[in-house]
Nanobody
Framework: QVQLVESGGGAVQAGGSLRLSCAAS????????MAWFRQAPGKEREFVAA????????DYAESVKGRFTISRDNAKNTVYLQMNSPKPEDTGVYYC????????????????WGQGTQVTVSS
């Protein structure tokens, strides 16, 4: 029982930076593990990053380790994805997702999804 709204997407040059935000409705945000997934045209939706309910456990796709950082502010009901040094292959629609309890790295493990926000990285 949560609604998710992503924002912050847009066009960015390779080597720049971008921060995505996901605002969640409700009063039980801290009960949900949160994650970011992305999907490029002609490709399957893929895992990007996940964060535990308390914000101390984090997982990243190998392709974004060292460049992206997931964080959350439970007081603001918001999860973030800081994208540093993005590459053209990071282009796609980024989706915020939520599930009760422990984080997982597969799309089928999540119960709630936002509408997505487009990120386009140019060289």
């Amino acid at each position: 029982q949560v609604q998710l709204v992503e924002s912050g997407g847009g066009a960015v040059q390779a080597g720049g930076s971008l921060r995505l935000s996901c605002a969640a409705s409700g009063r039980t945000f801290s009960e949900y593990a949160m994650a970011w997934f992305r999907q490029a045209p002609g490709k399957e939706r893929e895992f990007v990053a996940a964060i535990s309910r308390g914000g101390f456990g984090r997982d990243y796709a190998e392709s974004v380790k060292g460049r992206f950082t997931i964080s959350r502010d439970n007081a603001k009901n918001t999860v973030y994805l800081q994208m540093n040094s993005p590459k053209p292959e990071d282009t796609g629609v980024y989706y915020c997702a939520a599930k009760i309890g422990t984080r997982v790295v597969t799309p089928t493990g999540y119960d709630y999804w936002g509408q997505g926000t487009q990120v386009t990285v140019s060289s």
